[in-house]
């Protein structure tokens, strides 16, 4: 059988792959922290007729051999944690990193789950939260006479009352790194879980070496390159069509070895 056949369905199911991952880099273009993905790939295993460097006569070898490859497969999903236009909004608890770092903040099971996204809320408690509810850590409370808070860079947190306008201190905000962001798990809601593969957090205050300082009243924005998409697009759907014309080039030639007489 022709291997092209088996070898462009590789191509075709790797492109298949690649254009998942711009549409969903394309679609979260107005996610604030989002991170972009870039598919990567890899070769399979050759079929070695002959090997390089094999002897090919008297006193000599052949200098490159014979390997026919037989196709592709995804080899990663590489998440860019660079960072991301930056949006002043002005709302007290709209909070951005420049630099390094992740929010933490504590899941219903328990566990503690880490993102770029700063939109926080208050919840009716006072408590710090994000949009599904999920605390900030360590928790923060603010207090319900509080009319103003405020965050320094240094992620301090404190807040001015009606009767007191002395700003009183009530928490500090913490940020994560991690030896190899890119090995965090995403599992949804703008969220990182810690995988073997990131390392274990490492935590400390805002503008800390190596964590990056905090700013209120801005949000960061998606990565999102959105010409650099259409254009890997582009580029994604010639690739897949040249791996379909491939396997109809191969399909010609099966069909006019069934008609040898």
């Known amino acids: 059988m022709i291997k092209s056949l088996n070898t462009a369905a590789t191509g075709m199911q790797a492109q298949q792959t690649n254009m998942d991952v711009i549409a969903n880099n394309i679609s979260n273009t107005s996610t604030n922290g989002f991170k972009k993905a870039r598919a990567e790939f890899e070769d399979l295993l050759y079929q070695n007729i002959k090997e390089p460097g094999a002897a090919s006569g008297l006193n000599a070898v052949s200098p490159t051999g014979v390997q026919v490859g037989l196709g592709v497969k995804t080899g990663a999903v590489q998440r860019d944690f660079s960072q991301g236009s930056i949006k002043t909004t002005n709302r007290d608890l709209d909070i951005n990193i420049l630099g390094s770092g992740f929010f933490q903040v504590g899941r219903p099971d328990g566990t503690i789950a880490y993102t770029r996204n700063g939109e926080f809320h208050m919840s009716p408690d006072g408590r710090i939260i994000d949009m599904n509810g999920n605390a900030l850590q360590p928790e923060i409370t603010v207090p319900s006479d509080a009319v103003k808070v ?16 002395v700003p009183q201190a009530i928490g500090q905000i913490e940020l994560a790194t991690f030896v190899n962001p890119t090995g965090l798990k995403a599992i949804g809601g703008n969220l990182f879980q810690v995988t073997a593969a990131s390392g274990e957090a ?12 905090v700013a209120q009243g801005e949000i960061e924005t998606s990565n ?9 697009m582009i580029t994604t759907q010639r690739a897949y069509e040249t791996n379909s014309k491939v396997i109809q080039a191969s399909d010609q030639m099966l069909q006019a070895l069934t008609h040898l007489r």
């Open 150 to 165: 405020l965050i320094n860079p240094q992620g301090e947190i404190s807040y001015v009352s009606a009767s007191n306008a």
């Open 224 to 232: 999102v390159n959105i010409v650099e998409e259409m254009v890997n």
């Open 202 to 213: 490492n935590i400390g205050n805002p503008g800390q070496s190596p964590f990056g300082s």
